[in-house]
Structures are given as C-alpha cells and as structure tokens.
C-alpha cells in the first residue's frame, strides 16, 4: 500500500491534481512557493513573466473556495498581468468534475427522477465547471439548456477553506493578517450566498428583468421548476469567452460596442438598482461577433446600502480634494483614516488617497476614455505597489476601508481590466453625475 | 398448477420479509433479540416451522435484512438505462449512492445493530458476512468487466486482493455515515466520490504499469 500511495502522489503532482489528493500536499506546495515569492529579493520580480507562471500554476491547482479567494486577490492585487489574470479566471473551469452518478443522484434528490427522464438529452459529462459546480448541456423540447450543479459540502467547506489559505495568501500577496480578515470576512459572507441557488434564481430574475432594456445585452431565461437549492437550470447562450473571442480579432467598432454594453450594464446596476453583479471576471460573459454580450452566473451580487453608496460616489467627484475638511470628513466615515492615526500617517495616507482617487477616478471625468490606453494601466499596477510596499501601510494595525468597498472595488477593477483587454473606447457619462453635481 | 405454485412462493417471500421487518421492528423497540424462537413466532402468529423454513437463528435473519438491501440495490442499478454504459467506477459510484440512499430509510436499525454488534473494521460483524460475500462476488463481475475493457490494469497478483481492498472501502463508508453528522449526508456523497477515485486512480492503467513494463524491459535487455 505504502509504495503504491507514493507512486501515486508522484504522479499526481505531475499531472497537477495534487489537491484532490490531499490538501496536505497542496499546503506544502504552495508554502514553497510563497517562501519562494517571498525570499525573491524585489517583490517586483513577482511580476515577472516566469514567476508569476510559477504563481498561476500552483494557484490553478486550489480548489472550490479557496481557488476563488487565490483567485479574487491575484486580480484585486494586480500581482498577475494580464495574459494570466484571463487565463487564471478560467482555470477554475477545469477543476476535476463531480461523478455523473452523483450528478443522477442529486437530480432523484431534488426532483425524483434522474435527469435521462427529466430532459430528452443530457451530457454525461460536465462542459465546464464554476467554482463551487459544474455545467451540464441539456435539451428538453428543441432548447439547449444549461445546468449548473453544486459540488456536495460547499457551504460546509467554505469556512475551513479560508482558514487554510489565510496565511499562504497573505504571505504570498503580501497582506498584512490584519488586512486579509477584513477581506476574508466579506468574502464569506459572499461565497455563502454564492451556495444558495435559489438566491441566485431570485436575483438573477430581478437583475435580468430590470436590465432587459439595455441594447445588445444578452440574459440565460431561468426555470424555477427545474431549478433547487443545488441545481440551477437556464438557458444556454453562445458565444466566445473573452480570449477566444479576441483571437477571432473583432473590429474595433465592435469592441467599442461591447464596452460601452459593459459599461452601461454596470453603470446601471451600480447608480439605479443599486446592487450589482460583482464578479465581473471574464469567465462571466460570452461575447459574440455581432457585439452583443451574454452575462451569465449571478451567484455573487453585492447589494449598497444607500449611506455606503452616496459617500463612496462623493469621495469620486473630481477635485474632491480642494476641499480639505470634507475630503477629510468623508476619509473618516469611510474608514480610510482612523481615529488613532497620528497626524503624520493622516497627511501621508490623504496623499496616497488623493493620487489612487484621482488615477481611479479618470474615466469618469472625460466624455469618452479609451481603456486601451496602456500606460493609464501601468500607473494604476504601479501605484497599487506603492501602496503596498508603503511602510506606514504595511505597519497598520487595522485593516481601512469600508467592508463594503471590497466588492465595488473588484467591481470596478473588473470591469476596467475587461474594458482594457478589449480595447474599447467608452462614452463614460455615468448616472452617478447627477450625484456629483446635487454636491457641487 | 403453475399459478398455485406462484402463489405459495410469493407467500414464502412474504413470511420471510415480515419476519426480517418484525425481527428490525423487535430490535429496535426492546434493543435486544428476542427471548426465543418460540416466543418471536408466537408473536408474529407464525409456527416455528414457518420460521425455520427460512432461517436458522437470529443471526441469519439480521444477515437478510443486508442481503435485502443488497439485492434491492443491485436490481435497481441494472434496471437504469444507462448501466451498461457505465465505466467500472460509475458502476461502483452508483452502487454506493443508492445503497446509503437506501440505508436513510433504515438508520436507526443499522445505528442500532452496527453500533449493538461492536462493529469493528478488522473483525467485521457477523450481520454482515452474507452480505461481504456477495459484494465481493458483484465486485469480481464488474472488475472482471472492466479489465476485458482494458480500463482497468491486470496485475496478476495483486487482482485477488481487490475484492478485499474494495470490501474494507464499503465499511469505511458505512463507518463514516454512521457517524456524519452533516446536512443529508452530503459529507458521505464526498467521502464516496473521493475514496471511489483515490481507488480506481490505483488499479486503473496509470504509472504503476509503465513503470513496471519499463523496469522488465530493462531487466531483460541488460
């Protein structure tokens, strides 16, 4: 037995499957890589092209929460270019799939039949997988229909998952502990809500109801009665994911079209309903070549509550820091500065904020902006290292920022990436406008 | 004739099942076997005669209730479409998931008799020795199956000990259903999904042989 367990875990970190094997060898693994990041002289020299395949290929290998979490912060922290954060996004598309007869199981569970008697074709095998389920292609009455099955003892998982990777990511990203639990505890409460489907039918209905009236703009029609708390049915779009459809090079009439979809799909959610589709990574959307966009997966929305939202958007309105005591006031309430910071670290962190609001701020303050622009990107890789590698940041206690900013941060940096890897040139007017100007 | 015939038969199976549903009913109500033959069929209404016309003792009666389960299971599993399409770890999947579905309906009978009989990995209960026997059995068919198909690696030897492998996986699964304590024995389904793949990771064609096929040829040409 002895010989045969060493074979196997030979084999299997050959082939990249070590986690199914046991997290235990996962863990060691990604120890030696995040020592590794971490002895690295720079921590600039993570962002080099080799390295950070060295960090895709250990993180690919995670699974189901933690994978997401690896996911999420390698996006959030801009560690990974670009090549890799499209490439990462659908890594979780190949994570090992659940039997199929575990698949006809849940179905008898759910629906007392098995899904050969509930659909007139099903695919055996899972066609992709998210990270918490898997993807099956049905048909039933000439319609392709797209399943979406939940992995068992997700929800029961998730809180074990984040411990483990807690301080594996937070060394290998370089986050203070502090930092990572304000994170990790948002994030939670996120993925829990990602585990219950019927949630996501709710939302997914409101969303795609209230959305119908944007152009080009494309939603899965969703089935209730074929539809449980682990089986989600829907309609199968077409189309390309973003790397597959940039190989196709589509004009640049159509990549402005799609951006400015994107763009006034989330301008949309985030100003008039006020709760929004906050994964926006690519593995989400399907684009086709006439330019219109499918968005599918509503499992992770982010509902702002109205206080958070209008001192968020304030803090965005151009020039906010000519206004010394209400910039000040506004940094406060949110959490960016402290009570307990010494007046040193308020006058320094008030000059970081300014540059990261100011740079992040840009495309709202123009008419139009091409989110082609590299070096608008590179300053904003930039500045997120300076902000990271800054002492006074790294030394605080306390992690800052309000907790709901994390998901509207990823929201927005989601979509710029997305608008980026396009190249899309985008009529930025914004509904938030009109709250900028009741403020001026 | 033939009807009569079918008639008396169908009459058997029925004095045998409600002699293994009373005998479950008795367990679970008094936590201990009955006092006597004599005074189990008395309560049933049955003679003596009926009852060893079936079994000999109590503990062929508790073998049966497994043997039920088991022969139940298996009829279900072939008579789903999709069955013979099935690789050798499908089949066994399958196996396992009807099987604990059906153990749901019985959990407080198999809490009470796995925990009542001291059951124990290495010595086994007696309960369930008929029921050992014909899994191993059903196992060999469908591993013999699945090596004529070629997934499955023929390892001269070590085939033999497969069924004893496997035999000690199902304990383990029943082992830890017992003692799940998660929403609809979700943990369960995990546990037989990953404990189902380490194993046919193992005995399917992989590594092992190549490293083994290149290890001979070596030997042989030096």
């Known amino acids: ?440 | 004739m033939a009807t009569a015939q079918k008639k008396s038969s169908k009459k058997e199976v029925d004095i045998r099942s409600m002699i293994v549903e009373k005998y479950q009913e008795n367990l679970l109500l008094e936590g201990k076997n009955p006092a006597s033959v004599y005074a189990f069929c008395k309560d049933l209404n049955i003679t003596e005669t009926d009852f060893y016309a079936h079994f000999n003792d109590f503990g062929q009666v508790a073998a049966a209730f497994w043997m039920e389960l088991f022969h139940k299971n298996i009829k279900a599993l072939k008579g789903s479409p999709e069955w013979e399409e099935f690789r050798t770890r499908e089949k066994l999947l399958s196996f396992y998931f009807s099987f604990f579905e059906q153990l749901k309906s019985n959990r407080s009978y198999v809490l009470l008799v796995l925990d009542h009989k001291m059951f124990n990995l290495k010595k086994g209960s007696s309960d369930l020795s008929e029921l050992k026997d014909a899994f191993k059995n059903w196992l060999n068919q469908i591993l013999n199956e699945g090596r004529s198909r070629e997934e499955i690696a023929g390892r001269s030897k070590f085939n033999d000990i497969y069924d004893d492998l496997f035999w000690y996986q199902f304990l383990f699964l029943m082992d830890f259903w017992r003692k799940d304590k998660s929403l609809g024995f979700e943990s369960t389904d995990e546990a037989i999904e990953k404990s189902v793949n380490f194993s046919f990771d193992l005995i399917e064609k992989n590594a092992i042989d190549s490293a083994f096929d290149f290890g001979k040829f070596i030997f042989q040409n030096r």
């Open chain 1, 1 to 440: 037995m002895k010989e045969q367990d060493k074979i196997y875990s030979s084999r299997s970190q050959r082939t990249g499957k070590f986690i199914t094997t046991g997290a235990k060898i996962g863990r060691n693994y990604l120890k030696h890589y995040s020592k590794r990041l971490i002895s690295g002289e720079d921590n600039q020299d993570a962002l080099q092209e080799k390295n950070a395949e060295d960090v895709y290929d250990a993180l690919s290998n995670l699974k189901g929460s933690a994978l997401k979490v690896a996911q999420m912060l390698s996006m959030d922290q801009g560690l990974l270019p670009q090549a890799y954060t499209t490439k990462f996004a659908q890594a979780q598309y190949s994570a090992p799939p659940l039997s199929y007869p575990l698949v006809v199981k849940t179905f008898q569970q759910h629906f007392k039949k098995t899904p050969g008697e509930i659909f007139d074709e099903f695919s055996r095998n899972s066609v992709a997988a998210a990270s918490i389920g898997q993807v099956h292609k049905a048909k039933l009455d000439g319609k392709n229909l797209a399943i979406k099955i939940q992995y068992p003892g997700v929800a029961n998982s998730i809180h074990s998952d984040l411990k483990m990777v807690r301080p594996v990511v937070g060394a290998m990203f370089n986050i203070s502990q502090t930092e990572i639990s304000h994170y990790l505890s948002e994030v939670e409460e996120r993925l829990l809500e990602e585990t219950d489907y019927q949630l996501e039918l709710k939302r997914s209905r409101e969303i795609t109801e209230a959305c119908a009236h944007i152009e080009n703009l494309e939603f899965p029609k969703y089935y209730e009665d074929l539809s449980s708390p682990k089986v989600l049915t829907m309609d199968w779009l077409d189309g390309f994911h973003l790397d597959k459809f940039l190989a196709l090079n589509p004009s640049q009439e159509i990549r402005n079209k799609i951006g400015q979809t994107i763009w006034d799909f989330y301008d949309f959610q985030i100003h008039n309903l006020q709760q929004v589709h906050a994964d926006p990574h690519p593995g989400n959307f399907l684009f086709q070549e006439d330019g219109r966009v499918g968005v599918i997966d509503f499992g992770c929305v982010k509902e702002l509550q109205e206080d958070f939202y209008r001192k968020y958007f304030q803090i965005m309105r151009p020039a906010i820091s000519d206004d010394d005591a209400e910039f000040s006031t506004l940094l406060y309430q949110l959490e960016f500065l402290l009570k307990s910071d010494k007046s040193e670290e308020v006058n320094h962190f008030k000059e970081i904020y300014k540059e990261i609001l100011e740079l992040l701020g840009r495309p709202f303050f123009s008419e139009t902006f091409d989110f082609s622009d590299k070096s608008y990107f590179e300053k904003i890789y930039a500045m997120s290292d300076i902000f990271k590698n800054d002492k006074m940041v790294k030394n605080a206690k306390a992690g800052r920022g309000p907790k709901d900013a994390i998901y509207l941060n990823r929201t927005y940096f989601g979509l710029y990436s997305m608008l980026h890897s396009l190249g899309a040139k985008v009529v930025t007017t914004s509904a938030v406008d009109s709250l900028f100007i009741e403020n001026l």
